[in-house]
């Protein structure tokens, strides 16, 4: 099993949502936050003012899948989500040595 962080931009949220539910991807968990990566925050003029944004606005995207599913739920999210552009963001890919679902007590695979 394992467990699929992705990073993206707000905007690309239902999208991806609507892509991994076309899919057969449900079960997912979302997370407001900020953060930035190589582009270093963000410089906004606003008339004569510049405001420096040191955190951007982020989603974070997080899944739970059995092993062959991950490069589908990868594959989905990296297509769905790319602009192009920095801040595009990221996707890791951590290994879940278990699951458990609370209301039954099923474990592993099961419990996902």
Same mark, same amino acid.
């Given at each position: 099993?394992?467990?699929?962080?992705?990073?993206? =931009?707000?905007? *690309?949220?239902?999208?991806?949502?609507?892509? @991994? /539910?076309?899919?057969?991807?449900?079960?997912?968990?979302? !997370?407001?936050?900020? +953060?930035?990566?190589?582009? +270093?925050? @963000?410089?906004? &003029?606003?008339?004569?003012?510049?405001?420096?944004?040191?955190?951007?606005?982020?989603?974070?995207?997080?899944?739970?899948?059995?092993? =062959?599913?991950?490069?589908?739920?990868?594959?989905?999210? /990296? *297509?769905?989500?790319? &602009? +192009? %552009?920095?801040?595009?963001? *990221?996707? !890791?890919? @951590? &290994?879940?040595?278990?699951?458990? %679902?609370?209301?039954?007590?099923? =474990?592993?695979? *099961?419990? @996902?």
């Amino acid at each position: 099993m394992k467990l699929i962080i992705a990073i993206i =931009r707000p905007e *690309k949220l239902p999208q991806v949502m609507k892509a @991994l /539910q076309d899919n057969g991807i449900q079960p997912l968990t979302v !997370f407001e936050v900020r +953060g930035r990566g190589e582009q +270093g925050g @963000l410089v906004i &003029t606003h008339g004569p003012i510049q405001y420096h944004m040191e955190l951007l606005p982020k989603v974070r995207i997080e899944i739970a899948v059995p092993d =062959r599913y991950v490069e589908k739920v990868v594959n989905i999210i /990296q *297509k769905v989500a790319w &602009t +192009g %552009r920095p801040g595009d963001g *990221k996707i !890791f890919i @951590l &290994t879940l040595d278990d699951a458990i %679902r609370i209301r039954t007590g099923e =474990r592993g695979e *099961k419990a @996902l």
